[in-house]
């Protein structure tokens, strides 16, 4: 019994000294949501350990211009603009012994931006789209919807939809693939949504759909084109060969030119 | 005075007339054997996310290719020794168009290294030696300059093979261009109708003059003709001389292995090409490196290019000067040598503008090596073995050509700085470059002696022959 009360007022003093560290940093404000600017501050109320200096960290990198040597208790860092780049976790830590931080979380709106706007496929082949989100927090839900001709309205895609369509999502990455493409049916512009705690965004995908045979007409013209030219050539080569017979080339007139080499043969040696 | 039976080929080339159809044939041929491998890759990236397969492994489709062109090169040789050059480049053109019609069906990446690798690269091996050996049976005077204009197919088509290859696989996707590129390819054939045998028969007479533009090819001349056919100008003798040679060049001519011009050039080029395409290759990585974005980089390859483009034919130009042909040689010692200093001075280059005076420099330096490459081997053996040479030293220097950015690779991965690659590359240029400046001057000089030998021995053979 003893040695049960003993553990647990030992626990329960681990507990408090942990509880007590966490209030030395008072965050204004704790959270930032949906502001276009702000400014970061953080107050060390334990004034009875020495700070050597302090820096700001986002997402885990330390930012260079905030690292500084001076002992303040109080400090602060301003977001000029907030944007999908400079959301993110905010920490604020100061150099003691051992070091204190405290967190500040700056959400915004998710960034979603299509991988490639532009994708191409070929005729029953597979055509994969995809769309990127940067910022702070990432989706939690993504939506792809195929945009009709009017361009007004949006018919929702699921797994369950077609079963050429699969959709793979991760938090910052959701992938359409659309395994039999058609070109009646799969023309067009889909439409990427991803939704976070803040708001929706979306961006566009336009796919197009190559024919099997668009590439047959360019290389039959171009075979075509090889065989004409080939054939040109021939035909101008056998209409000038009996130009060239006459020169003298043909077997049949050795013997002249033997003659011609007979008297070249007389002439040097004369010299 | 007796004709001196020096020229080696028993006629007089045409050096012009229907010879510039015949550059034009192979600057094409060239072209695409040299700059197809290369523009291929542009299609790497979309082919390995369709087949899901890793870098290295679609790396490899030109690495076989290229490996295949340099392979294929005996056979090449022999198939033209037999047949002449235009069926074999017609071949060699159905050949590539039928792999790359094939590979556009394919299905995995092994269908796409079989076809387009291996097919395909036999048929640009199909393309490439014929080319070469058909400029030495038409221009004897103005060959340095032939030459040269038909090397300047390798970068004119892979500038032009770049931008459409892009073009392409944006509007058809990889499979229709390499049906496209089918067609293209195709006109190789068109290429191969333009290469038609020289007329041998329509101009019997050996020229004196060529003594001097023979060079270093007197040397296996001499040494034929003195044996077959004294100063005696018959036909029934001379045709007799030439069915004599070309029994022994119907196959693979393997006494090129002791000819001494010929072992000098396989080993100053076994060593020079490992450290040939490495610079080439790393010119827009090492800029990356020194902190330039990626059109920078890419602008410098197209700067390389550019100069490349106008230094070859210029460098042929150059070559068939009256001071420069007898002694070729030389200047492609030179070449090598400027190479590998350039590359040693690079690591000195600082910033972008010092990287865009060392790619001039650089295109100057490969230009004019590439220009001269096949002149001299031609120079050195004679328009009759250059086939077999070439078959010869393509197979061998295959080795070199495939190890070499491995290995230059490698050592940038180790030391993780490109000076180290660079100081390699320079060495491995500048080492050649001075062994070529020695042996050729020991070279010439043994020919210079020869020469001397036959021409008083063939005065002593014609003077009992007027006495009789």
Not at chain 2, 153 to 177: C, E, I, K, M
Not at chain 2, 431 to 456: A, C, W
Request: hydrophobic share 40%.
């Amino acid at each position: 019994m003893k040695l049960l009360w003993a553990v647990s007022a030992l626990l329960l003093s681990c507990w408090q000294t942990n509880a007590s560290t966490a209030p030395n940093i008072i965050t204004e404000p704790s959270v930032v949501s949906n502001e276009t600017s702000a400014v970061l501050t953080c107050n060390l109320t334990d004034l009875t350990l020495h700070i050597k200096g302090s820096h700001w960290t986002h997402n885990g990198k330390i930012i260079e211009e905030s690292e500084s040597t001076d002992p303040k208790a109080h400090i602060s860092y301003s977001l000029d603009k907030i944007t999908y780049q400079t959301s993110g976790e905010y920490e604020c830590v100061f150099l003691t012994d051992p070091q204190v931080k405290k967190t500040i979380e700056v959400k915004t709106l998710p960034h979603v931006s299509a991988y490639k706007h532009s994708e191409h496929g070929n005729e029953n082949d597979k055509g994969v789209m995809s769309c990127v989100s940067h910022g702070y927090p990432l989706p939690t839900d993504w939506v792809w919807f195929k945009v009709a001709d009017d361009d007004d309205t949006v018919l929702p895609i699921s797994n369950g939809t077609n079963d050429r369509f699969e959709i793979k999502s991760t938090p910052n990455k959701t992938t359409l693939t659309i395994n039999v493409l058609s070109i009646e049916e799969d023309i067009g512009y889909y439409k990427c949504s991803g939704t976070n705690e803040l708001g929706t965004n979306s961006d566009k995908v336009h796919l197009r759909v190559r024919s099997r045979l668009a590439a047959l007409w360019p290389f039959l013209g171009i075979v075509a084109e090889v065989i004409i030219l080939v054939t040109i050539i021939f035909i101008y080569e056998k209409r000038r060969k009996p130009d060239d017979v006459n020169d003298g080339s043909a077997p049949l007139k050795s013997n002249s030119t033997s003659n011609h080499k007979d008297k070249n043969v007389r002439q040097r040696n004369s010299n | 005075m007796p004709p001196a039976a020096v020229t080696n080929l028993g006629y007089k080339p045409p050096d012009g007339g229907w010879g510039w159809a015949v550059v034009f044939a192979a600057f094409i041929s060239i072209g695409f054997s040299y700059a197809f491998p290369k523009s291929l890759t542009i299609y790497f990236k979309e082919i390995q996310e369709y087949f899901s397969v890793s870098y290295s492994e679609i790396a490899w489709l030109s690495s076989v290719m290229l490996a295949s062109m340099y392979a294929g090169g005996p056979i090449s040789s022999i198939l033209v020794n037999r047949y002449g050059s235009r069926p074999v480049v017609m071949v060699g053109g159905l050949m590539v168009s039928a792999a790359m019609v094939l590979s556009s069906f394919g299905t995995t990446i092994m269908h796409l290294y079989l076809c387009v690798g291996v097919i395909g690269g036999f048929g640009l091996a199909f393309n490439l030696q014929p080319a070469l050996t058909i400029i030495g049976t038409y221009f004897q005077v103005k060959r340095p300059l032939a030459n040269g204009l038909a090397m300047t197919g390798s970068p004119v088509v892979l500038f032009t093979l770049a931008p459409l290859n892009q073009f392409l696989l944006d509007s058809f996707g990889w499979r229709g261009s390499f049906l496209i590129l089918g067609s293209i390819v195709l006109n190789c054939c068109v290429a191969g109708a333009l290469m038609r045998p020289v007329n041998k028969l329509s101009h019997p007479e050996p020229d004196n003059d060529s003594e001097k533009y023979n060079g270093a090819a007197a040397e296996g001349a001499a040494t034929e003709d003195s044996s077959t056919q004294p100063a005696d100008p018959a036909p029934e003798e001379g045709q007799k001389e030439r069915n004599g040679q070309s029994q022994a060049s119907k196959f693979i001519d393997l006494s090129l292995f002791r000819h001494r011009g010929f072992v000098i050039y396989l080993t100053g080029n076994v060593v020079m090409f490992f450290a040939f395409f490495a610079p080439v290759v790393f010119l827009a990585p090492y800029a990356k490196h020194q902190g330039t974005d990626e059109y920078s980089a890419a602008f410098l390859l197209s700067i390389f290019a550019l100069v490349d483009m106008f230094i070859r034919p210029i460098t042929g130009l150059l070559g068939n000067h009256r001071w420069i042909r007898p002694k070729i040689q030389y200047f492609f010692s030179f070449a090598v040598s400027y190479n590998g200093v350039c590359h040693l001075l690079c690591p000195l280059a600082s910033g972008y503008e010092g990287l865009v005076v060392y790619a001039v420099f650089f295109g100057l330096a490969f230009g004019m090596l590439s220009a001269l490459l096949f002149e001299v081997l031609m120079d050195l053996v004679g328009a009759h073995r250059f086939s077999s040479a070439v078959g010869l030293v393509t197979i061998i220097e295959c080795g070199p050509v495939l190890l070499g950015p491995p290995i230059a690779g490698a050592l940038v991965d180790i030391f993780g700085d490109y000076k180290y690659m660079y100081y390699e590359c320079g060495i491995l240029m500048l080492v050649p470059g001075i062994f070529f400046f020695i042996m050729h001057y020991y070279n010439y000089k043994k020919l210079d002696e020869e020469r001397r030998q036959s021409k008083t021995g063939e005065m002593g053979t014609s003077e009992e022959m007027t006495d009789q």
